[in-house]
């Protein structure tokens, strides 16, 4: 685990940093929150970091990341649809983002959050 959190806080390389925080999350779940919210802020080459961080955020749920999952909504489909899956098992909070996320000003979010919940397109 100290190699990973190494790896996660000082390699170069996105790739290397996304498979970092990974396996943190799977070593050290309940530690790695702060990590998992860092990891969606974070800009990275195809957006290796953030999805690691998103796909973490689905494997382990925390309501508490829901409010960076929503902030992040905008930059890319895979956010959407992580607050959908979180929604759809019953997080109250994830429900409330969503339902957000749905009148957000910007129509690609609208797009995707539809698509995240099988609204499919607006008319």
């Not at 979010?109 to 995240?116: D, K, Q």
């Amino acid at each position: 685990m100290e190699l990973a959190g190494r790896a996660w806080e000082k390699d170069s390389s996105d790739q290397v940093r996304a498979a970092a925080l990974t396996a943190l999350t799977r070593l050290a779940p309940g530690s790695s929150r702060e990590a998992v919210a860092a990891g969606l802020r974070t800009k990275s080459y195809r957006e290796a970091i953030q999805n690691a961080a998103i796909t973490a955020a689905v494997q382990r749920p925390d309501s508490g990341l829901v409010a960076e999952l929503e902030a992040i909504a905008g930059e890319q489909p895979l956010p959407a649809m992580a607050l959908a899956v979180l929604a759809a098992r019953g997080d109250a909070v994830a429900k409330a983002a969503v339902a957000r996320l749905l009148e957000d000003p910007r129509s690609w979010v609208r797009e995707w959050v539809r698509e995240a919940v099988g609204q499919g397109s607006e008319g």
